[in-house]
């Protein structure tokens, strides 16, 4: 229910710069020239990797392969922190260049649309160490099967949303 | 909950058309702020509109201020609601009530500095979009309390363990999420026009009309739980009347 709800907001958000960019056409893909593509696509491939390996988690930890889950956890975690670093650059090579969130219609959706993910993406990846701390031991009473799967769909939810940002920003023109 | 109680708070409950019909009228029509006026509007302009609707905006915002009263009400209705839904400890039920009065606060505060404005319009325009301004930095940016009694209830609803739940589920689920919407807030003072402003699409139509929708909803329920809680009092009493009586 929470998880359809964020992803409505996320669907306003996307509906409300379709709309501004189609009034804008030529300040957005002007803007968009800006972006460092090349670091996006980079973070679209550590994201999908790491909803690969938080998949492949909940495999092990239902075949009670525990330390093998672990691992996975571990780096599902730690692709996370990768794709925040790289985001910060990004917008540290951005605001360099001089583009803040005030400089045209096109960086404020840019910052607040990445900036709101990149949110999503750290509450994320504190849900996966604590669903990771919680199944240390495997997985022992349903409860722990419903915060294996509630955790997962959340960084899911991460990913996917990231699959629509990334062509919608960087991409389209 | 004994029978007194419940009718009180059954009355709490219908506090929230008390709030928000004067409130709406006194804020929204008279004091035109459904749209507000955005950031962007320059004091000289926001200034005439002033002088020119002074006599509105004045009744407006002073009912809208006395409308908030009935907010409190409410807020100590549900709280008394939620003590009884709360399985433990009741911290989260205090949170709920500090939460709920301290958004009635915000919201009635907020009203004295568009009031101040329309009481001598016919000062400086720059003090005018000064008090205007204020009164929207202060509403907007004070939704922390606002989530406090938002994710109180929602959490006590969603740990209530009977069979039929006082509150739904989904009730409370959207009561969180819709709070958590609030943080979009955090960005307004970035922007004097577009949907991030105070009078934009995300921080003015998203953040106070669905919760007013639920705010609505809530009563129903709260009413609704009132009732049963004083029906599950009675009939726990004669059963502890009739274990006495026959033991």
């Known amino acids: 229910m929470f998880i359809a709800a964020d992803a409505s907001l996320f669907a306003l958000l996307f509906f409300q710069f379709s709309r501004d960019r189609s009034s804008q056409s030529v300040v957005f893909d002007e803007g968009q020239q800006h972006l460092a593509v090349l670091l996006g696509t980079v973070n679209t491939l550590v994201l999908v990797t790491s909803s690969w390996l938080m998949a ?61 993910h990149l949110v999503h993406l750290m ?51 | 909950m004994t029978k007194n109680e419940s009718q009180l708070a059954r009355l709490c409950a219908w506090a929230v058309a008390l709030y928000f019909i004067p409130f709406g009228i006194g804020w929204g ?38 409308a908030t009263t009935f907010f409190f009400m409410w807020s100590i209705g ?81 740990r209530d363990t009977r069979e039929k739940p006082l509150f739904p589920k989904w009730l409370a689920w959207i009561g969180i999420w819709l709070a958590m919407e609030f943080l979009l807030e955090l960005i307004m003072p970035y922007f004097r026009s577009g949907p991030f402003s105070w009078s934009g699409l995300f921080n003015f139509w998203v953040p106070f009309f669905p919760p007013a929708t639920w705010m609505v909803i809530v009563s129903v329920y709260m009413y609704k739980a009132a009732k049963r809680l004083n029906d599950e009092y009675e009939s726990e009493l004669a059963r502890r009347v009739e274990e006495t009586t026959t033991g």
Not at chain 1, 62 to 89: D, E, S
Not at chain 2, 129 to 156: C, E, P
């Open chain 1, 56 to 116: 492949s988690a909940v495999r092990s930890l239902q075949r009670n392969a525990v330390p093998t889950g672990m691992r996975l956890i571990a780096g599902t975690a730690a692709l996370g922190l990768v794709f925040a670093a790289v985001k910060i650059i990004e917008y540290v090579l951005a605001l360099r260049s001089g583009h803040t969130v005030s400089t045209s219609p096109f960086f404020m959706y840019y910052f607040v649309i990445t900036g709101i």
């Open chain 1, 123 to 173: 509450i994320g990846v504190v849900v996966v160490v604590v669903v990771g701390w919680r199944l240390r031991a495997g997985i022992r009473k349903p409860l722990d099967r419903t915060v294996l799967e509630c955790g997962t769909v959340y960084w899911h939810l991460v990913d996917l949303l990231w699959m629509f940002i990334f062509p919608m920003l960087y991409l389209a023109r």
């Open chain 2, 29 to 66: 029509l008279l004091g035109r702020m459904i749209p507000p006026y955005p950031a962007s509007m320059p004091a000289e302009e926001l200034a005439q509109i002033y002088r020119d609707n002074a006599s509105t905006l004045r009744i407006g915002f002073a009912l809208a201020a006395f």
């Open chain 2, 78 to 158: 549900l709280f008394r609601v939620m003590l009884a839904t709360e399985r433990g400890g009741k911290i989260l039920s205090y949170t709920v009530l500090v939460g709920g009065v301290l958004t009635g606060a915000d919201l009635m505060f907020s009203c004295f500095f568009w009031l101040t404005a329309a009481f001598r319009p016919e000062q400086d325009p720059a003090l005018i979009q000064l008090l205007y301004d204020l009164g929207w930095m202060w509403l907007d940016l004070a939704f922390g309390v606002a989530m406090l009694y938002m994710i109180g209830f929602g959490v006590i609803a969603l």
